[in-house]
């Protein structure tokens, strides 16, 4: 039996005055949920569903998965499931959700910092990617958070792998001993090297 094609749902959100608008729409057994921001397409994602029932229930654990990306009070929450996706070996999934949270968030510097490495993974803008990286560890070293220390190594790593992406071994070298230097038991960094 197949699936008729059909618009299921439009659903609004209003974000710092800025409507936000998620449609979905089911095309030949996938399900297409768009995000646009005043007429901008923020993100187009795929999944194949069985039914229009299964559509709907997609359409709204999306939406509010959108509305926790527009309040992000914490995200960290967004850091563990990119790198977890990462991980994976979910490159596309990852950076669909750096993207998305880097647009209602532009200076977040840990998504910033992943954006650069996928950006450099996956799309092969080099320059771009440390960019990137470089942007946000500067974001972040600007912050006044106590035991920030601890979170640098981070930073480093995800510049460190976009500079070895790049074929800049000796810059991602340096980076990797700055790793060490604050976690000197950094696996990650251990491995990278």
Do not use: W
């Amino acid at each position: 039996m197949r699936i008729r094609d059909i618009n299921l749902l439009t659903t609004e959100l209003i974000y710092n005055g800025k409507t936000v608008r998620i449609t979905s729409s089911l095309e030949r057994g996938v399900l297409l949920i768009k995000t646009l921001c005043e007429g901008q397409l923020i993100s187009i994602r795929k999944k194949d569903v069985l039914s229009e029932e299964e559509a709907q229930v997609e359409h709204r654990r999306f939406v509010d998965e959108l509305k926790g990306i527009l309040t992000a009070d914490n995200p960290g929450v967004y850091v563990e499931r990119v790198t977890k996706l990462i991980k994976e070996r979910r490159l596309d999934d990852a950076l669909l959700i750096v993207r998305e949270v880097r647009f209602f968030h532009p200076e977040e510097p840990y998504i910033m910092s992943l954006d650069g490495y996928l950006t450099a993974l996956l799309e092969k803008k080099y320059r771009d990617g440390i960019n990137l990286c470089k942007e946000a560890l500067k974001i972040f070293s600007m912050t006044t958070a106590p035991g920030k220390e601890f979170f640098l190594p981070f930073f480093y790593l995800n510049l460190a792998r976009t500079y070895l992406i790049s074929g800049n071994k000796r810059s991602a070298v340096e980076n990797l001993f700055r790793v060490l230097k604050i976690d000197n038991e950094n696996h990650e960094a251990l491995k990278e090297l």
